[in-house]
T-cell receptor, first 118, second 114 residues
Framework: GAGVSQSPSNKVTEKGKDVELRCDPI?????LYWYRQSLGQGLEFLIY????????KSGLPSDRFSAERTGGSVSTLTIQRTQQEDSAVYLC????????????????FGPGTRLLVL | AQTVTQSQPEMSVQEAETVTLSCTYD???????LFWYKQPPSRQMILVIR??????QNATENRFSVNFQKAAKSFSLKISDSQLGDTAMYFC???????????FGQGTELSVKP
């Protein structure tokens, strides 16, 4: 696989429903990041994984948001009981590793999932 | 806490001309990296250029170059010979050394006009 892939590309859901967003990083990249891009808030960090552990979850906006990563590869971001303010583009990025200089730490982004909560 | 500021919400330039996008940041860290990303209407974030804070030499990538002024905490992007395909939102981003999150500026929307 050439780049970071995300699915679905677009998701429309009703308020109160749960959604799962998937990210498949570049093969061999051990670090994975989730960001949210919305009109009012710009680009915000959500969570970062090194391997399967999450050293930094500081950007998750509420306990309705959770993420996991299994096998050091694919990650799923879950939003429970969605609210209208969760509408945004969710971007995933990966890097070779999280410690090792600018080249290895450069983050490469997927195309994003546009979430609309009605 | 680190902050990144892009003071130009919108800019336009004629095709083949040169344009400079501004970015300032605030940090007390000594080891960090700076990036410019481009986001066209397709919304795919694309790396344009990166700079290590410990390197005094300004990074260049073909038509793209930066003016990195560490003391002034300034990191501007110069695009030479602008092309229609350069039309996009440009984000300046800061990363503390040894991994972790990118902190983004608000973005500058660049339009290249024929």
């Amino acid at each position: 696989g050439a780049g970071v892939s995300q699915s679905p590309s677009n998701k429309v859901t009703e308020k109160g429903k749960d959604v799962e967003l998937r990210c498949d990083p570049i093969s061999g990249h051990t670090a994975l990041y989730w960001y949210r891009q919305s009109l009012g808030q710009g680009l915000e960090f959500l969570i970062y994984f090194q391997g399967n552990s999450a050293p930094d979850k500081s950007g998750l906006p509420s306990d309705r948001f959770s993420a996991e990563r299994t096998g050091g590869s694919v990650s799923t971001l879950t939003i429970q009981r969605t609210q209208q303010e969760d509408s945004a583009v969710y971007l995933c990025a990966s890097s070779l590793r999280a410690s090792g200089g600018a080249l290895q730490e450069t983050q490469y982004f997927g195309p994003g999932t546009r979430l609309l909560v009605l | 806490a680190q902050t990144v500021t892009q003071s130009q919400p919108e800019m336009s330039v004629q095709e083949a001309e040169t344009v400079t996008l501004s970015c300032t940041y605030d940090t007390s860290e000594s080891n960090y990296y700076l990036f410019w990303y481009k986001q066209p209407p397709s919304r795919q974030m694309i790396l344009v250029i990166r700079q290590e804070a410990y390197k005094q030499q300004n990074a260049t990538e073909n038509r793209f170059s930066v003016n990195f002024q560490k003391a002034a905490k300034s990191f501007s992007l110069k695009i030479s010979d602008s092309q229609l395909g350069d039309t996009a939102m440009y984000f300046c981003a800061f990363m503390r050394g040894r991994g972790g999150k990118l902190i983004f500026g608000q973005g500058t929307e660049l339009s290249v006009k024929p």
